[in-house]
Nanobody, 113 residues
Framework: QVKLVESGGGLVQPGGSLRLSCTAS????????TDWYRQAPGNERELVAG???????FSADSVVGRFTVSRDNAENTVFLQMDNLKPEDSAVYFC???????WGQGTEVTVSS
């Protein structure tokens, strides 16, 4: 059974940083790409950033230069480092295995002073 568990969300002030984790079980995360999505209230879920199986990373224009994706194969975990956070980054963040319908339960990020 494949399971993804996100963690690391919370309340942070504008300009602050958070690191989200997505830990997988039942699947070797290094063999697949992993995407990070977010969904704010009233908005559609949007793709934020991701890492391909070969290790290449990408990010949406709205977060480029601020969000970084990395992976620890030994820990079977993908990370989303978020720096210089803005109020508009507030959302529930989800990780997803590329090419498969496996999602985590989400972790909430609130950026507010």
């Amino acid at each position: 059974q494949v399971k993804l568990v996100e963690s690391g969300g919370g309340l942070v002030q504008p300009g602050g940083s958070l690191r989200l984790s997505c830990t997988a079980s039942g699947i070797d995360i290094s063999r697949y790409g992993t995407d990070w999505y977010r969904q704010a209230p009233g908005n559609e879920r949007e793709l934020v950033a991701g890492i391909l199986s070969v290790g290449n990373t990408f990010s949406a224009d709205s977060v480029v230069g601020r969000f970084t994706v990395s992976r620890d194969n030994a820990e079977n975990t993908v990370f989303l480092q978020m720096d210089n956070l803005k109020p508009e980054d507030s959302a529930v963040y989800f990780c997803k295995i590329r090419g498969a319908d496996y999602w985590g339960q989400g972790t909430e990020v609130t950026v507010s002073s």
